[in-house]
């Protein structure tokens, strides 16, 4: 499975963004699609996930009711829509893939990465 994440940008604080990930398999609407980010100087932390099939969506405390996890299954991509950034939203973002519905928050329960994309979000 390979996954390719875009969209990040820069952005004001108050604004949105969103990102998308991409995969590369037939069976994307199976597949567990997780959102991570990294901040520099900062431990990876989990963001969001969308479950495989039933489309069950996780966030974490700090972004609920801002970010809004979705699939495209007709377009193999979940979009990670960020409204009201704030500056500590700044990171590199990842996405993620797994092939069980576990939902995890766990980066090392995900078996597929992309390469990140960059969010800066302007005090």
């Known amino acids: 499975v390979q996954l390719q994440a875009f969209g990040g940008g820069l952005v004001q604080a108050g604004g949105s963004l969103r990102l998308a990930c991409a995969a590369s398999v037939r069976t994307f609407n199976t597949y567990t699609i997780g959102w991570f980010r990294q901040a520099p100087g900062k431990e990876r932390e989990f963001v969001a996930a969308i479950t495989g099939v039933v489309d069950t969506t996780r966030y974490t405390d700090s972004v609920k009711g801002r970010f809004t996890v979705s699939r495209d299954t007709a377009k193999n991509t979940v979009y990670l829509q960020m409204n009201l950034l704030k500056p500590e939203d700044t990171a590199l973002y990842y996405c993620?893939?797994?092939?069980?519905?576990?939902?995890?928050?766990?980066?090392?329960?995900?078996?597929?990465w992309g390469q990140g994309t960059l969010v800066t979000v302007s005090s």
């Open positions: 993620t893939a797994d092939g069980t519905l576990k939902l995890s928050t766990r980066g090392v329960d995900y078996a597929y």
